[in-house]
Nanobody
Framework: QVQVVESGGGLVQPGGSLRLSCAASGSIFSIISMGWYRQAPGKQRELVAVIYAGGTTNYADSVKGRFTISRDNVENTMYLEMNSLKLEDTAVYYC??????????????WGQGTQVTVSS
């Protein structure tokens, strides 16, 4: 059993900041990557940022310079620091965990999503 839980979403004014957290627990042998995705109404789910086991990160062009992804490798916790938030950042943000279990080489698990609303 693997559980992925996001927290930290909410309502924020344009230009403000939020920090999202994601905690993964359960039958995880090792983490392959952890990432943040978001989905706005009427749009496809898109990758926001991802961090791999070795520490390499990738960001969507729309958030470069504003968002920072980080991970606590010991506790399998991931963070997304969001600064200079814009109206177009409004979306449901999902945590994704790709991992190895004891029996299979690749598994994927998703959190339930947390709403981020940027509004004045």
């Amino acid at each position: 059993q693997v559980q992925v839980v996001e927290s930290g979403g909410g309502l924020v004014q344009p230009g403000g900041s939020l920090r999202l957290s994601c905690a993964a627990s359960g039958s995880i042998f090792s983490i392959i990557s952890m990432g943040w995705y978001r989905q706005a109404p009427g749009k496809q789910r898109e990758l926001v940022a991802v961090i791999y086991a070795g520490g390499t990160t990738n960001y969507a062009d729309s958030v470069k310079g504003r968002f920072t992804i980080s991970r606590d490798n010991v506790e399998n916790t991931m963070y997304l620091e969001m600064n200079s938030l814009k109206l177009e950042d409004t979306a449901v943000y999902y945590c994704n965990v790709d991992f190895k279990s004891e029996t299979t080489a690749w598994n994927r698990s998703w959190g339930q999503g947390t709403q981020v609303t940027v509004s004045s």
